[in-house]
């Protein structure tokens, strides 16, 4: 495991790599399966070689200067190796320029930011005749994806990211006093803009007091709307605005050091929220995606590291975890052999128990 800044010495090099593993991506897709435990792909190995290897260029520490230096670099091939070097002789990847106005990949690109419209999805509505967005929103088929699809695609602040987080804040003290929120994702490990908010919600050193509380706050923020007045609906939840929600941890009943099929799921909602105007950077309601993500106490520490990235970063720690003997997702670590349950309130439990080094979150940024 090593540091991955952002930027890194090697951006303008990573920036056109990173074309040519969107293309895969959106051909291939970027997982396999999804475990419900994660907030992380696993992946597809058309794209996931490709993701590894600019991972290994983002942590390198020294510029690269040619192909034969770059196939020294773990995990970096004979093909990619060609691409360093006519990047550092043009400064450019042609491929990645060409793919740049190739249709189908900006269609499906297009396509995939509807909201439930993966890369199989987009490769079928693609060859239906759909090249864009918004030729499926003229369709009128798609109206509850598309009712708040302008709003998502634009950039949070983390200004306007940490006030979404404290009025959530101050509803769970409403309900429930004593929790503690996270903000975690792309914010955590310090990029200046996100695409959504994501909020880690615990009680510290109150196991068992979290159960429940999701389903509560939700409740919450759907039912206070009738009550209030136009002026202080902020953070409100529309009726449909509950795109997803699952509470696994809530209903698990064994004991801790037990193995358990559904041990490493944490109760999750996506949910739509509207942030109010604030006549400076908000000169409008503006609707944001926020995930809800509820840990337990002991397990806090792993779904901090799980829920904050990057997606290749944790690839990457699970396998050594695999290598290690250790099952880690963001619900917890455990032993492969017996199940058992390793206390990891911290992220540096985790690091401590996989013979790590800690790597502050702005250095896990392995994604280019």
Known sequence: MRLSPRPCINQKLVDELKVLRDYRFAEFGCMLHRSRASSIAAGSPEGIAYATAISAII????????????????????????????????????DAQDMLENERFIALRSLMTVHGVGHLKAKDLYAAGYRSAEDLKKTGEWEKEFRYYDDIQLKIPRSEVESICEWVRVQLDRIEPGAHIAIVGGYRRGKRDSNDVD?????????????????????????????????????????????????????????????????DALDKALVIFKHPANRTTRPRDVYRRVDLIVARWPAFGAALLGWSGSTQFERDLRKH?????????????????????????????????????????????ADP
């Open 59 to 94: 942590s390198t520490p020294y510029k690269i200067t040619s192909g034969h230096e770059a196939r020294k670099i773990h995990k970096i091939g004979q093909k990619l190796a060609k691409k360093v070097d006519e990047f550092v002789e043009t400064g450019k990847i042609q």
């Open 199 to 263: 909020l880690l919600i615990t009680y510290p050193h109150q196991d068992g007091k979290e159960r429940g509380i999701l389903r509560r706050l939700c409740h919450r923020l759907k039912a206070k709307e009738p009550r209030l007045r136009p002026s202080s609906r902020a953070g409100l939840v529309p009726p449909e605005g509950i795109l997803s929600f699952s509470q696994p941890a809530t209903k698990r009943t064994t004991r801790e050091n037990k193995q358990a099929s559904s041990f």
């Open 321 to 365: 975890a695999e290598h290690m003997g250790y099952k880690f997702d963001s619900g917890g670590l455990r032993t492969r052999a017996t199940g058992e349950v390793v206390p990891t309130a911290t992220e540096k439990d985790v690091f401590r128990a996989l013979k790590l080094e800690y790597i502050p979150p702005e250095f896990r940024n």
